[in-house]
T-cell receptor
Framework: EAGVAQSPRYKIIEKRQSVAFWCNPI?????LYWYQQILGQGPKLLIQ????????DSQLPKDRFSAERLKGVDSTLKIQPAKLEDSAVYLC??????????????FGPGTRLTVT | RKEVEQDPGPFNVPEGATVAFNCTYS??????FFWYRQDCRKEPKLLMS???SCNEDGRCTANLNRASQYISLLIRDSKLSDSATYLC????????????FGSGTKLNVKP
């Protein structure tokens, strides 16, 4: 079974620039998550989709971050404009459903973002 | 108070030792509990939930104490390959699962 795919793996940008990350979840997984992991910390949930609908974006800094999953399969996360504190690994995860044990999550390799 | 708290470590142990990771959570309505393993510069990988065993060789077990809102992961006969950061994850089921990650405990197994 293919895992969660993410691209790019690494990105270096200057502050105030824009950046976009892409994620393709495991086939058939209805739930998709974007996490931000700052060095030395656990992943922090940014947004959770169930199919193409948002179920939780309470921790997404909406003034600069946006995400979409238009067809309920792959997803993009955008930062515009980036700040130095956005330097982190952005992890995408998917799960079969968003309830119960079907909510076990499988993570992609992440995109390491450095903002200079 | 953080939703999930862990000792960041590092724990430095000799090969063959038994090591225990502890985790406390603040939401008494939490219903799902997981341990993930994260190798350096890699993504988290699901290790186990409290309901199932964690690896094929049976060296690790997890315990849940709901009254104390405390879960633990025990690894016996630790191996060099067990060196990683161990993430505690606690989930609450409402209209949808909401997961909270601890900051992780780093384990260094020494020969």
């Amino acid at each position: 079974e293919a895992g969660v795919a993410q691209s790019p793996r690494y990105k270096i940008i200057e502050k105030r620039q824009s950046v976009a990350f892409w994620c393709n979840p495991i086939s058939g997984h209805a739930t998709l998550y974007w996490y931000q992991q700052i060095l030395g910390q656990g992943p922090k949930l940014l947004i959770q989709f169930q199919n193409n609908g948002v179920v939780d974006d309470s921790q997404l800094p909406k003034d600069r971050f946006s995400a979409e999953r238009l067809k309920g399969v792959d997803s993009t996360l955008k930062i515009q404009p980036a700040k130095l504190e956005d330097s982190a690994v952005y992890l995408c995860a998917s799960s079969l459903a968003n309830r119960g044990l079907a909510g076990w999550q499988y993570f992609g390799p992440g995109t390491r973002l450095t903002v200079t | 108070r953080k939703e999930v708290e862990q000792d960041p470590g590092p724990f430095n142990v000799p090969e063959g030792a038994t090591v225990a990771f502890n985790c406390t959570y603040s939401n008494s309505a939490s219903q799902s509990f997981f341990w993930y393993r994260q190798d350096c510069r890699k993504e988290p990988k699901l290790l186990m939930s409290v309901y199932s065993s964690c690896n094929e060789d049976g060296r690790c077990t997890a315990n849940l104490n709901r009254a104390s809102q405390y879960i633990s992961l025990l690894i016996r006969d630790s191996k060099l390959s067990d060196s990683a950061t161990y993430l505690c994850v606690v989930g609450a089921w409402g209209n949808f699962n909401k997961f909270y990650f601890g900051s992780g405990t780093k384990l260094n197994v020494k020969p």
